[in-house]
């Protein structure tokens, strides 16, 4: 269910003129909590895949280690871009364009795990579908 502007009002305990002075539209919202998201999450995925260490094929299994942990996390929600889009990006360009990008880069991170393992490059399509779910 979307969120209401005085729900988030509430939960960030700021008044609601103070909420529509730092975000004068939900979906400036919603673009800073995707932002953020985008950064966690390729600051997540790259250390996972760094602690895995040398080894190609333990760098790219590392992906799905990283998303068993979040998975599992008892704050997971899923995807915020996927629920974003569900939400907004069929009626909002500029969300739709961010949710894109964002499959996009992790589709290309893959593609290069890919590489440094030596397979065929249709695996790293065939990957990044399966990490999608």
Not at 10 to 25: D, K, N, W
Not at 33 to 40: D, M, N, P, S, Y
Request: some cysteine; aromatic content about 10%; proline content about 4%.
């Amino acid at each position: 269910a979307a969120v209401g502007m005085d729900e988030l009002r509430q939960e960030a305990g700021v008044s609601l003129r103070r909420l529509y002075s730092l975000f004068p539209s939900k979906t400036d919202i919603v673009v800073a909590v995707l932002a953020r998201k985008h950064a966690e999450w390729e600051s997540g995925l790259s250390g996972a895949v760094a602690d895995a260490g040398g080894d190609p094929r333990a760098r790219l299994l590392a992906v799905y280690g990283y998303l068993e942990n979040w998975f599992c996390a008892d704050d997971f929600r899923g995807c915020a871009f996927i629920n974003a889009f569900g939400e907004l990006g069929g009626t909002n360009p500029e969300v739709a364009e961010i949710v894109r990008a964002h499959k996009a880069s992790f589709q290309e991170y893959m593609a290069g795990l890919v590489a440094q393992t030596g397979a065929p490059p249709a695996l790293a399509a065939q990957l990044s579908i399966l990490a999608e779910g």
